[in-house]
């Protein structure tokens, strides 16, 4: 018997040993993924070698002789720190994430097919300029040399998580690159959403003074009237409710309407940026600071580069924020200029609800008679599965959006069907012609100029430059709209209205603009940014105007002189004044002598509006603000709460302090009436009862930052236990949705409080020496998870700490830790 237990533990031992051998071995083999500190690589067309400096952040330093040559090295180290993430752009450009990710990507892919950006890319690469088409050429044959380069001894040709999905990517092609800049556009399209929204409320009998309390979120704009929608499409003042649901667009399954497995969430804007004026500053000098708000994403939605070049016998320097899949850099400065974008939210988006002919529904409704949809065939590969057959249909107006977008065809009146007209769904979609010129530009006005080709999604951009020029341009191609047009885009119109067709669109001339304004100070917030003498109309959807008064008061109207610090200071800003509003309007509210501990009480009367990270208040009062969101709105909208459960505090605070159009205090689920004063208690309770069963019984033990986790998720392993320990980023964080340390939670999620959009990265520029500029973005350069260098910025990005990026050989060859070289093949 001995003989045997020894036996068994022997061949266990060995059996140990020989998993643990393979676990090395499998290690060792993944870890040969890891981009090489040094090499040499070929790349086809190249006119002269290139030499690569990698900094001591992996930051690389891109030397040649021309632009051309330049890109084509950015495009070999694009591909070599982030192929899986640029293939996970194009793929899902073209509606193909099924071919990895097999059936819980098909709604992305039926939707994002409809919209065909592939096409629109393909047709817009033809009528670029030549140089543009030659420096995209050029990227593209150093993306295809790294796929086809000779690898090390063991070292695997794709990275992990081609590995682990047995997917092979194909060779680059350079329409693609507009295809990436085309996904990032649809997630800064937001108004669509605010459509759906105001016609989800009509549909359930909701009129105009009742959408506009919760979708009329117009800043000091002074919009026209809401007409009644319910006339406009036909439904009673009781709604739908009794109404058969639409079927009519095609099967479009769906759990929650608005996920969708794209990059980063669609129609979730934010950003803030500032440039200030030498006359204004310490240093005499400008400053100009950005710092745009994206979805936190595993890796960095941003490479961080320095290239330079030399044209007409001088050597030129851009550094900056370049998005792989795209040659240059999108945000960041040459030697003369820097600039800074924010989301304009133009109104680019409309929805046309098309009448079907009763008699032939593959027909619909003009104001001169009834025309054919057009028809195309679209097949999805689904990985694992058979392939999908999907039929899409177009109008005049633009595609037939699916059956389950956002549950759109749920709040349809019977017999129509929703097509979506969309700026960036054209086919001479020029705007990556101005990256090449901005590249290149002297001054504030050269930059203004060079953005003449950028056509969406609209960015406001501040500009500065070395002769101490301060600017602000809005580039985009913005639609006209009838001034009988009553509905302005707020929600969709009848498609067989000539008033509700567009009549044009703006001259360059005549977009915002704005140069060397008296007070020294130009910044926007996604608010509104136009002052009453704008006469065009851009957008009556702007942003919540919180971060736009906090950069009004801490930086346009500041006395003392700016200097970097202070700059620093806007960034780190975690002070939330509509928390504050938002606190004092509920425990005005709350009811004398309700059972509440009286140390929370004046903890929260006490709290000094700050969204610290070790901070107990900040949690208490989101959540308070969580549950008070949702005893207001579900009785009433019932499943469409979910449309609005990422929290607007404007609606909120509007409904506390006038009480709106109906009585939304009221539970109508619930006998007797329920008072404002009664929610706001019963609210505190449930919020406290929450916070106690996760984050335990003592309430000062609750933190801020344990909560609002910021979220950097890996697509797709960010829900795939245990890989997402592995691939996600995630770090505790401070701000909030209203501060200026932005940190958007979605109160709908699993995980309420987590952060995920913020932002996604931060620039000040100094211009009283613009290599002492300060950079940060929110994970690391690498994309692989093996990588020293695939979270290394993360606790630096929390905290609100930089780092420098040098044009000087001297400073960024200071602990490089490597250099490669490229030559021609």
């Known amino acids: 018997m001995r003989k045997v237990a020894k036996w068994i533990l022997s061949i266990s031992g060995v059996l140990i040993i020989v998993a643990l051998l393979l676990i090395a071995a499998v290690y060792a083999f993944i870890s040969r993924t890891v981009t090489p500190d040094n090499g040499v690589a070929h790349i086809a067309g190249l006119r002269n070698d290139i030499r690569i400096v990698r900094d001591k952040e992996a930051i690389p330093h891109i030397i040649g002789g021309s632009i051309i040559d330049v890109a084509a090295a950015q495009g070999y180290l694009h591909a070599q720190d982030r192929l899986w993430q640029m293939e996970t752009y194009r793929m899902a450009g073209q509606g193909r994430l099924s071919e990895m990710f097999g059936e819980a990507t098909i709604n992305s892919d039926k939707f994002l097919r409809t919209l065909n950006l592939a096409g629109h890319s393909r047709q817009s690469y033809q009528q670029l300029k030549p140089q543009t088409k030659e420096l995209l050429q050029a990227y593209t044959s150093g993306i295809n040399a790294f796929l086809n380069r000779e690898t090390r001894l063991f070292e695997p040709v794709l990275g992990p998580e081609f590995m682990i999905l047995s997917h092979q990517p194909e060779p680059w092609q350079a329409w ?14 937001s108004n669509m959403s605010s459509e759906i929204k105001r016609l989800a409320l009509a549909s359930k009998g909701f009129n105009s003074n009742e959408i506009n309390d919760l979708v009329g979120n117009y800043g000091n704009a002074n919009p026209p009237y809401l007409p009644d929608l319910r006339n406009i499409y036909g439904f009673s003042a009781a709604g739908k409710a009794s109404i058969k649901r639409n079927q009519t667009a095609g099967e479009f399954k769906t759990a929650k309407s608005d996920r969708f497995d794209l990059a980063w969430p669609i129609g979730v804007t934010a950003s803030n940026n500032w440039v200030v004026s030498g006359t204004r500053t310490k240093s005499g000098k400008v400053l100009l600071a950005n710092d745009p708000h994206l979805g936190l994403t595993a890796p960095s939605i941003w490479h961080l580069a320095h290239l330079s070049w030399e044209k007409d016998s001088k050597r030129i320097n851009l550094i900056g924020a370049s998005m792989p899949s795209v040659p240059l850099v999108l945000l960041g400065r040459n030697d003369r200029i820097a600039w800074g974008f924010t989301a304009s939210n133009l109104d680019s988006q409309d929805i046309y609800l098309e009448r079907l002919n009763p008699a032939n529904n593959n027909e619909y ?50 017999n129509h069907v929703a097509s979506l007209k969309w700026l960036a769904m054209t086919n001479d979609d020029t705007s990556i012609d101005a990256l090449g010129e901005i590249a290149h530009a002297n001054n504030i006005d050269g930059f203004i100029e060079a953005t003449r080709s950028y056509l969406s999604p609209m960015q406001s951009i501040v500009i500065g430059d070395t002769e101490g020029n301060i600017g602000f341009i809005a580039p985009a191609r913005v639609a006209i709209r009838s001034k009988d047009n009553e509905i302005m885009g707020r929600a969709p119109v009848p498609g067989w209205l000539p008033q509700y067709e567009w009549q044009g669109y703006l001259n360059f001339n005549q977009l915002p603009q704005y140069r060397n304004p008296e007070n020294g100070v130009l910044f926007s917030a996604n608010s509104k940014f136009v002052d009453d003498s704008y006469s065009h109309y851009l957008t009556w959807d702007w942003a919540e105007n919180f ?32 928390l504050v509003d938002f606190r004092d309007e509920v425990t005005a509210q709350l009811q004398a002598g309700v059972s509440v501990d009286r140390n929370i009480i004046n903890a929260i009367n006490n709290w000094d ?7 107990s208040v900040p949690l208490i009062i989101m959540a308070w603000f969580k549950e008070i969101s949702e005893a207001l709105l579900r009785d009433d909208l019932g499943d469409e709460y979910e449309l609005f459960d990422k929290g607007y505090m404007s609606t909120i605070l509007e409904v506390l302090r006038s009480g709106g159009a109906r009585d939304w205090c009221d539970d109508i689920n619930r006998p007797g009436h329920q008072s ?4 706001v208690f019963e609210s505190l309770t449930n ?37 997402n320990r592995l691939f996600n980023v995630e770090i505790e964080s401070a701000g909030g949705p209203y501060t200026l340390l932005r940190g958007q939670t979605d109160l709908g999620e699993k995980n309420p409080f987590y952060n995920r959009h913020a932002s996604s990265y931060r ?14 973005h929110t994970a690391g350069q690498s994309g692989n998870f093996l990588s020293a260098y695939y979270r290394n910025f993360a606790q630096r990005w929390a905290d609100v700490k930089y780092l420098q990026i040098s044009s000087s050989a001297e400073e960024y060859e200071k602990g490089k830790i490597g250099v490669w070289t490229f030559k021609r093949k």
Not at 184 to 189: D, F, K, P, R, S
Not at 400 to 414: H, Q, R, S
């Open 763 to 776: 620039a000040i520029y100094d211009f009283s020496d613009l290599d002492k500029s300060q950079y940060i």
């Open 687 to 723: 919020a406290l009862a929450s916070l106690r069963e996760k984050f335990g019984e003592d309430w000062r033990d609750w933190k801020w930052g344990k909560a609002h986790i910021a979220y950097g998720q890996h697509r797709p392993f960010a829900k795939v236990s245990p890989l």
């Open 365 to 414: 409704l003009t104001e001169n008679g009834w025309l054919p949809f057009e028809e195309r065939e679209e097949i999805i590969k689904v990985s694992g599965k058979p392939d999908v057959v999907y039929k899409i249909r177009s109008t005049r107006h633009g595609p037939v959006l699916p059956d389950g977008y956002k549950n759109i065809n749920k709040y349809l009146p019977v």
């Open 676 to 679: 404002c004063g009664k929610i």
């Open 547 to 578: 971060r736009h008064k906090r950069i009004e008061k801490m930086i346009a109207k500041r006395e003392v002189s700016h200097d970097v610090a202070s700059m620093m200071k806007g960034h780190s800003d975690d002070y939330s004044q509509a």
């Open 609 to 615: 509006g700050r969204m610290a990270r070790d901070a």
């Open 176 to 189: 693609q690159s507009l295809l990436s800049l085309k996904v990032m556009a649809l997630t800064l399209g």
